[in-house]
């Protein structure tokens, strides 16, 4: 007898557990799938005055089922048709699609004191961005290879609020290395960024023309984008870039000399001759070309605008400080505004205005670039030796709706910049437009709701005091945010778990 239980009792048990867990599944799935929205429906309709879809601004209905996008009811909704329905009602406030930001710099693993994935994507969540794709740079390690995307997913784990996907980078390193760069495509980089001048980080240095033609031809191979930051020192002009002797550091004016847009005109111009490649055709058709945060609006752009006749396939992204801020207006020593390349002057800052309006620039971006706040140097205010980047992520909408409305900009405007084509550069073909079958990815905000940036708002960057867009009066209030259908964030609450998703790309 004493045999038969010490054989059969952890059979016993084993049996007993397994059924345990078999019968308490569903029910835990339901309770953790619970707190990733702050609804508790997953079937239900959204409502609105000023749904913002492909075909215009109007009153519509949209159902929302399994994280979809169902029907778009065009029209006054009639309430007795959504009897037994959930409905979320949201009046006049604007229905939008969830902004796309394929330029933010998560710092994880490696300087999460600087920026993390809990606090970078809980802000996103709160300023209406409902996905971001990664910067592979400012992390340590730097994501360069298959391994250290895998160590970008595991730092990752938990902690997304919105959906992120990740860029990979192209790096001396690995660009004549096509089959390094096979694997990391191949395990879901949505394509590759580099550098051609220092970045700034010792493990991502920066690639010429060669680099870049060679990383295009194994791009064209899987159809994904190389996004580059264009700023190439001229051998001329390599002396003036820590500034002159008897130039005062905390001048802004110091730092923009040091930054001229020559830089940004000799990269482009080696950029358009690679980019020849993507023409119909060429070495590295398929491939597409993606230049950063652009901001000159002169001659610079003239050259992207040639490239684009030229059939080449080529899209371009400014941010909104360039949008906002110009360099006349810094505030001596107020290191928060460095960033490379640099705010120019008010006329080029409304230039940039206008290729926007008139199609020339594509698509908006944050660059959310933060750093511990010591290397900003604040005591000093030395503009040439802080750290540049420029930490905004929140505030991405608010600031570009209360910087563009007086250019007359519109809510389709605001949808193509923000999510359409981001959309489509990342390769989301579920997501950027209010349609049905798409991701239910929205943001509900209201355009004209003015607020203060000051010390009573809240903030969810991991440091609230280095953004430039401190002390501003804006308008644009965010309401809530819809992640796959999840109500991610609320009226100044988040969902208490984090369950936005790692995007990778397919192959
Ligand atoms: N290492 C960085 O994050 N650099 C960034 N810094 C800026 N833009 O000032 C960038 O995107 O180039
Ligand atoms: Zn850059
Ligand atoms: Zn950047």
Redesign the pocket.
Known sequence: MDILKSRFLPLIALIASLLFLYFRTPSSNKSIDAECSLLTQDHYWIVSKRVVTPRGVAPAAVEVKAGCINTVKEGEYDKSSLQNAHVLDYGHAVLMPGLIDV?A?LDEPGREEWEGFSTGTKAAAAGGITTLID?P??SFPSTVSEETLKLKLEAAKKKLYVDVGFWGGLVPENAFDPSALDKLLKAGALGLKS?MCP???ND?PMTNSTHIKEGLKVLAKYKRPLLV?AEVVPESESHIAHGSDESDPRSYATYLKTRPPSWEEAAIRELKDASEETRVGGNAEGAHVHI??LADSRTSLDLIKASKRGGSSLTVET?PHYLAFSAEEIPDGDTRF????PIRDEANRQSLWEALLEGHIDMLSS?H?P?IPDLKLFNEGDFLRA????SSLQFVLPITWSYGKIYGITFNQLANWWSERPAKLAGQTNKGAIKSEMDADFVVWMPEVEFELDENYDIYHKHRNISAYLGQRISGKVLATFVRGNLVYSEGKHASAACGAPILAEQ
């Not at 460095?338 to 390349?341: E, L, S, V």
Request: hydrophobic share 35%; charged share 10%; with cysteine.
């Open positions: 330029h710099h910067m740079l400012n550098f970045s700034g980080i991502f930051h950063v945060h941010c460095k960033c490379a390349p660059d670039s750093s750290w540049g980047g420029i």
